[in-house]
């Protein structure tokens, strides 16, 4: 599928395009990792997320690199930034560059006690965070899914620039109820792709394959191994045509 850039006219969707080529989503994020590292950034817990302040510099590149999202202004120049589970560990634990407080008076908690408080938030926060980083990892820009359905939604860069390609849905193949349940029917299916076929998004499941290990720390990662999978609505009308046209090129 080819990248369906954002504008009215051929002109503008050729600069966004331009504007995506001179700094690739891999860049931002080196950017993004250096100033976190330099200032020592440090989030806390707050539920289901994670909370930080941050002046306007990292803002810019927090929303260039589309993670998570501002949520109020703290004083001038600083501002309050929300992430994902999923999001604040891939910053912590992969990028090595955040450092995440229980409360926001106490010392950065370690990678295995930040994995056991998102676990015990989230059940499936260990599929979660693997599909997510395995889509990050090859400069996949990842935002929620939740408006179509679906777990994640990914583009090639920042959605200001070019729409999103795939909507993905993260499933497990060990019976883990609370993944699996979905697309269980040839209804959900259905239901599934022509949803996303109606916004031209190709259904993308990624199958976590946690090959025995346990969760019990994020070591575990590392022997999880990820299937991929596309799924497209099927269109006769389509498949006349192409038959009817190798048929007379014959």
């Known amino acids: 599928m080819a990248p369906r850039w954002k504008g009215k006219d051929a002109k503008s969707k050729k600069d966004?395009?331009?504007?995506?080529?001179?700094?690739?989503?891999?860049?931002?994020?080196?950017?993004?990792?250096?100033?976190?590292?330099?200032?020592?950034?440090?989030?806390?817990?707050?539920?289901?997320?994670?909370?930080?302040?941050?002046?306007?510099?990292q803002l810019d590149l927090l929303d260039k690199a589309c993670f998570g999202r501002p949520v109020r202004i703290v004083e001038k120049d600083m501002y309050w930034f929300q992430l994902t589970l999923e999001e604040a560990f891939y910053l912590c634990y992969f990028l090595k560059c955040l450092e995440i407080n229980g409360r926001a008076d106490d010392s950065p908690l370690s990678n295995e006690e930040l994995w056991r408080y998102f676990k015990s938030k989230k059940e499936a926060f260990p599929c979660f965070y693997?599909?997510?980083?395995?889509?990050?990892?090859?400069?996949?820009?990842?935002?929620?899914?939740?408006?179509?359905?679906v777990d994640f939604i990914v583009y090639r860069h920042h959605p200001a620039l070019v729409h999103s390609e795939y909507g993905v849905l993260v499933l497990s193949?060990?019976?883990?109820?609370?993944?699996?349940?979905?697309?269980?029917?040839?209804?959900?299916?259905?239901?599934?792709?022509?949803?996303?076929?109606?916004?031209?998004?190709?259904?993308?499941?990624?199958?976590?394959?946690?090959?025995?290990?346990?969760?019990?720390?994020?070591l575990c990662l590392a022997n999880y191994t990820i299937e991929e999978r596309t799924i497209s609505r099927w269109s006769p009308e389509q498949c006349r045509e192409s038959s009817v046209l190798t048929f007379l090129d014959l």
């Open 173 to 218: 193949h060990d019976n883990d109820a609370d993944l699996n349940g979905r697309l269980s029917v040839w209804s959900d299916v259905h239901c599934s792709t022509r949803l996303l076929g109606s916004v031209a998004k190709t259904l993308l499941v990624l199958y976590i394959n946690k090959n025995g290990q346990n969760d019990e720390s994020p």
């Open 130 to 149: 693997k599909a997510y980083s395995h889509l990050r990892i090859k400069n996949w820009v990842v935002r929620s899914g939740a408006q179509y359905g």
């Open 16 to 57: 966004a395009e331009a504007e995506a080529l001179k700094e690739p989503m891999s860049k931002i994020i080196s950017q993004l990792q250096s100033s976190f590292v330099q200032s020592n950034t440090c989030g806390f817990l707050s539920d289901n997320c994670v909370h930080l302040a941050v002046q306007g510099e």
